[in-house]
């Protein structure tokens, strides 16, 4: 049973536009989220998080909005560039019962020069 | 900067043959996790280690998976014998948070995987 969902595969974007990543969760017990970048033939990399008790967090192009009620996240890369190019990864914690890490399935990005 | 290790990076293998692959996590760090992603999906949780112990192994296909963090530092992953549906990449994490420690700390850090081809 998927907890975390990101329903779009694959998104492409113009450079210098902004580019807009959606995940959902499930499991109203989720505490932290993260989310994550891989590149092909490498390890997922930390990219920026956020707790439950927030609603947004930036860290300079990049941030991340959470929405309790619907359980549902975005991110936002603003502007976009081609080096962003890659898979995201969104993840959902439960800080406090275990530390376990769920992921959604990847939206692949396209920043098109 | 710190890293996570992984050795293989890459396997070839024919099926019902045995594989292992090998995890350094980053110094200090309490948990260490063992991923595993198909291609189109998102990092599935194998098993999850605090210090030498199993926290979590419930998605690990006991009858032909094991893992073993004996001194609560680098861990092994093996699959015996390997099948045609574990190709896939096996990703090592770690995070310097224990169970019940700072939020802060809960990021995982990923090794650059070991990709597993099963022929």
């Known amino acids: 049973d998927q907890q975390v969902k990101q329903n779009s595969p694959s998104l492409s974007v113009q450079e210098g536009r902004i580019s807009i990543l959606n995940c959902d969760y499930t499991n109203s017990m989720f505490d932290y989220f993260l989310w994550y970048k891989k590149y092909p033939a490498e390890g997922p990399t930390f990219l920026i998080s956020?707790?439950?008790?927030?609603d947004k967090n930036e860290d300079g192009r990049f941030t991340v909005f959470l929405n309790k009620s619907a359980k549902h996240l975005s991110l936002h890369i603003v502007p976009s560039q081609p080096g962003d190019s890659a898979v995201y990864f969104c993840a959902a914690s439960l800080l406090f019962t275990g530390n376990q890490f769920y992921f959604g399935t990847g939206t692949s990005l396209t920043v098109i020069p | 900067e710190a890293e996570v290790a992984q050795s293989p990076r890459y396997k070839i293998t024919e099926k019902s043959q045995a594989v292992a692959f090998w995890c350094d996590p980053i110094s200090g760090h309490a948990t260490l996790y063992w991923y595993r992603q198909i291609l189109g999906q998102g990092p599935e949780l194998l098993v999850q280690f605090q210090d030498e112990s199993v926290v979590d192994d419930s998605q690990l296909p006991k009858d032909r998976f094991s893992a073993e963090r004996l001194k609560g530092v680098d861990s092994t992953l093996k699959i015996q014998p390997a099948e045609l549906g574990d190709s896939a990449m096996y990703l090592c994490?770690?995070?310097?948070?224990?169970?019940?420690?700072?939020?802060?700390?809960?990021?995982?850090?990923f090794g650059a995987g070991s990709r597993l081809t099963v022929l």
């Open positions: 994490a770690s995070s310097p948070r224990g169970i019940g420690g700072p939020a802060g700390a809960n990021v995982l850090t």
């Open positions: 956020i707790s439950s008790i927030k």
